[in-house]
């Protein structure tokens, strides 16, 4: 072993990402104690045992794994960040809530905790309530959107989606019998009710996690072998970013600020669940924020506290929908409306109004483009003449990973597989490598694209005639609209973005395949 020296402590450093550890020295030792005490015993060589430690000046600890093992022992300084990356690895999330009974015989047989109807049952509540802690913790820390908790046949899954992909997460083993109390905890802190296991139930919760303050939305389905459910975090401590931080394209960045400054009409931004539409909305509301406009918002859920601009919390239970709080909010003499979501005819036809009669209206839709909110509107029962009439732009965006700036690297378009629309006057693209600092997925946060329509004469005129998005897309081109797919190949040719995410988030049209 080609050993490296810390000066400040007279000890080996070991990098425990390139060095393999024998998992069944892991289990000589309580979870609780490997991960409290931050160490990792990774090797044994003629009888000594070596091990990476955090805190050289715990000095007690070597003395403490001597007596537990009987060997002779050698430490090696090594990355706290590491050794914690490299018991969750192979330890599982959760393991720290078990203490001992992690490596003892389980108390409780999974037939009787199936049967589970709650925590107390259990007589366990301390671990599956530090269980659940725990998850958050770790998801938060790894930067996930969404806990997904799935029951499969003869085993519990734990997903995270981290930018916008899923991700299998290592457990510790014991958890899956403690499944139904997991769910069981997430319903009480949910305010469900822990008896209903029929039906699929939504709720909504509160965590406080060191300083940061994270609402949880909770979405319980009855799947054949459990219940599954679905955790959904949101950060209240992130910033509202300005406009300039969206990194919209220059051309499109002058128009959007053109259509959010009208003094009336409709502005929608489209795409789906989780594709920074509600991100891009507050943008847009702190940038035409003013003392002398009154601006209130509709939401479900409010996610972020905005200063100065009055915000009201859906609540359907009591009546309290979008469209009716859109008709009480109209009397309270608003400049600027926001309506989180247009879903159904009622709400659609409510935003209609508010903008013909002189309001500016902010809301989002489902579609897969741009073009493609005109029909939409229309398909909910809103007349075509009133969306050609008040509709003044969409805006429609996806979430592409961003490539480390680490790792990636550069390869010359001719040596990579690229489709047929890929513009000839790119010559070189950047690839995903993988490295320590992205977890060697070669992806490091994500960059927005946009495709921005712009109603003019020409697009409206088009729209009056025929509700077809390809031919209200032939004239916004013509007019100069970039579409999603030629904005991803425009940051594929930065060096923000892979050729990959492109084609995973859009699809080719019909004028970029001529």
Not at 318 to 339: C, E, M, N, Y
Not at 455 to 471: E, G, H, K, S
Request: aromatic share 6%; proline share 5%.
């Amino acid at each position: 072993m080609n050993e490296v020296y810390d000066s400040r402590y007279g000890m080996p450093f070991i990098d425990l990402t390139a060095t393999d550890i024998a998992d069944e020295l892991l289990g000589l030792f309580p979870p609780s104690q490997l991960n409290d005490r931050g160490f990792v015993p990774f090797a044994v060589e003629n009888g000594e045992l070596f091990v990476a430690i955090a805190n050289p000046h715990d000095l007690d600890l070597p003395t403490e794994i001597k007596l537990r093992t009987g060997k002779k022992i050698r430490t090696f300084l090594a990355d706290p960040k590491e050794i914690a990356k490299a018991l969750k690895q192979r330890l599982g999330v959760g393991s720290t809530a078990f203490g001992d009974a992690a490596v003892a015989d389980d108390p409780f047989q999974s037939e009787d905790l199936e049967d589970s109807s709650g925590i107390d049952d259990l007589g366990e509540q301390r671990i599956v309530s530090k269980l659940v802690d725990e998850l958050l913790i770790d998801a938060l820390q790894m930067g996930a959107s969404d806990i997904h908790l799935e029951c499969e046949e003869d085993h519990f899954q734990i997903r995270y989606r981290v930018d916008g992909l899923l991700r299998h997460v290592s457990t510790s083993p014991n958890i899956s019998q403690y499944r139904s109390a997991i769910v069981s905890r997430i319903k009480i802190l949910s305010k469900l009710n822990i008896a209903e296991r029929r039906l699929p139930q939504d709720g909504r919760f509160k965590s406080v996690i060191g300083t940061r303050e994270t609402d949880v939305r909770v979405s319980v389905i009855p799947m054949l072998h459990g219940e599954n459910v679905v955790m959904r975090l949101l950060d209240r401590g992130r910033k509202v970013l300005g406009i300039e931080e969206l990194e919209i394209p220059e051309f499109e960045e002058k128009k959007f600020l053109d259509l959010i400054r009208s003094p009336n009409g409709m502005v929608l931004i489209t795409g789906p669940t989780g594709s920074g539409k509600t991100t891009t909305l507050y943008s847009a509301l702190n940038a035409i924020k003013d003392s002398r406009i009154k601006i209130v918002t509709i939401e479900d859920p409010v996610e972020y506290s905005l200063p100065g601009i009055h915000q009201i919390q859906v609540h359907e239970k009591i009546g309290r929908t979008f469209a009716k709080g859109l008709r009480s909010v109209l009397r309270h003499d608003p400049d600027v409306v926001l309506v989180g979501e247009i879903r159904d005819h009622e709400t659609a036809q409510s935003a209609v109004q508010a903008s013909l009669t002189g309001h500016l209206v902010f809301s989002t839709l489902h579609t897969n483009d741009a073009c493609g909110a005109l029909p939409r509107l229309v398909d909910m029962g809103v007349e075509p003449y009133l969306v050609a009439g008040t509709l003044s732009g969409v805006m429609a965006q996806r979430l592409a990973r961003r490539l480390c700036p680490s790792c990636k690297t550069p390869k010359s378009v001719s040596a990579l597989d690229t489709p047929e629309d890929f513009p000839a006057s790119i010559a070189q693209a950047w690839v995903a490598t993988g490295c320590r600092q992205c977890q060697q997925t070669g992806y490091a946060g994500r960059l927005p694209i946009f495709e921005l329509l712009v109603l003019d004469q020409q697009v409206t005129r088009i729209a009056l005639t025929t509700l077809d998005p390809n031919a209200i897309r032939d004239q916004a081109v013509s007019n100069g609209m970039r579409t999603l797919r030629q904005s991803g190949w425009a940051a594929v040719s930065e060096g923000k973005t892979t050729i990959e995410e492109v084609l995973r988030l859009t699809t080719i049209s019909n004028e970029e395949s001529e």
